[in-house]
């Protein structure tokens, strides 16, 4: 190769790379298209509830379009698979962090790792109760804990994803209770059958319960959360009934691909919080649907996820419960 063809290669190559760097988009100009908030829960979820109230206030500070996708189901893997395998800031996770936080425990082979899903915004505290149908004779926790040693293998109960399922798991077998699990894909169809005692016991987000609840149908029984909800400020929460170990707060925020830039998830933590501060609609419906408005940046929900996570793992010591992968 001539010298004139070297340099010219030189050239070329240092051009491509100044074009490069000019065309990365900074992060004040995110997002250049539409935007895709994936849930792991389904419509009428507390996640949902706040999702939508965000996306339509954020879509309009974006100047672009947020949609809400809900892909329920495999207990919030579904969401999670299709979130991780689009590889696309603009393809982001709206979730409990206690959806998948107990994975580990619960699940061989997961289609993802705990490092892909980079924490964004805290959004709420979603709170999440124990409910029984309004015929039940079941009015405390005390009162469930005599009807399951009285009937074993007689209760059928549901629960939520992830964490909340495996705490009530926990303490059900800590307690030798013998209840079935029925599952399901779309949370708001346990309500229902709750609603009919086709189901006897619901560890459910207080928003999925409260319709039932409001038709006279179902009751909560105590709250999973350290503080009571000012939905229901009555209902006990489970260390007040005297069942500590129970205790687990539901942090519900978004997700980015760890390849987006701290710069970038500080910049939407901080549109999120500006919209939700500056709307008082937000903070009222989130109360009224049994959730604590709860704003934070990456830092903030990464150590809230951690000390969660914490919680978790000393549930899972005390049964000696090991992790399967």
């Not at 329920?72 to 979130?83: L, M, T």
């Not at 005390?142 to 009285?150: E, G, I, T, V």
């Amino acid at each position: 190769m001539s010298r004139l063809s070297t340099v010219c290669s030189i050239v070329a190559a240092l051009t491509f790379a100044a074009t490069a760097a000019v065309a990365q988009p900074s992060p004040q100009d995110w997002p250049t298209r539409s935007v895709r908030f994936l849930l792991t829960l389904g419509a009428g979820s507390g996640t949902d509830i706040g999702g939508r109230l965000l996306a339509d206030r954020l879509a309009k500070k974006w100047g672009q379009s947020v949609v809400i996708e809900n892909k329920p189901g495999g207990d919030g893997i579904v969401a999670i698979a299709a979130f991780v395998g689009a590889h696309d800031d603009h393809v982001l996770l709206l979730s409990p962090s206690s959806s998948f936080i107990a994975h580990p425990y619960l699940h061989d082979n997961l289609p993802y790792k705990p490092e892909e899903l980079a924490p964004i915004a805290r959004v709420s505290s979603t709170f999440v109760g124990i409910a029984v149908p309004a015929v039940s004779s079941v009015h405390s926790m005390k009162d469930l804990l005599a009807l399951a040693n009285a009937k074993p293998g007689e209760l059928n109960w549901a629960g939520t994803t992830g964490a909340n399922s495996f705490m009530f798991e926990a303490w059900l077998r800590a307690n030798k209770l013998d209840l079935k699990k029925v599952p399901y894909r779309n949370a708001v169809d346990a309500g229902r059958d709750l609603a009919e005692n086709r189901v006897q016991v619901y560890e459910s987000a207080v928003a999925i319960a409260q319709p039932q609840v409001e038709m006279g149908k179902v009751r909560f029984i105590a709250v999973l959360n350290t503080v009571r909800t000012p939905a229901y400020p009555d209902v006990p929460t489970v260390a007040e009934a005297g069942y500590p170990a129970l205790t687990i707060d539901g942090l519900v925020g978004l997700f980015g691909p760890p390849s987006m830039p701290m710069a970038l998830r500080e910049r939407i933590a901080a549109d999120i919080k500006e919209v939700m501060e500056s709307d008082p609609i937000i903070k009222d419906r989130l109360t009224k649907t049994g959730q604590l408005f709860a704003p934070g940046g990456p830092a903030e929900f990464g150590a809230s996820i951690a000390a969660q996570r914490a919680v978790v793992d000393a549930a899972a010591k005390a049964l000696g419960i090991q992790k399967r992968q």
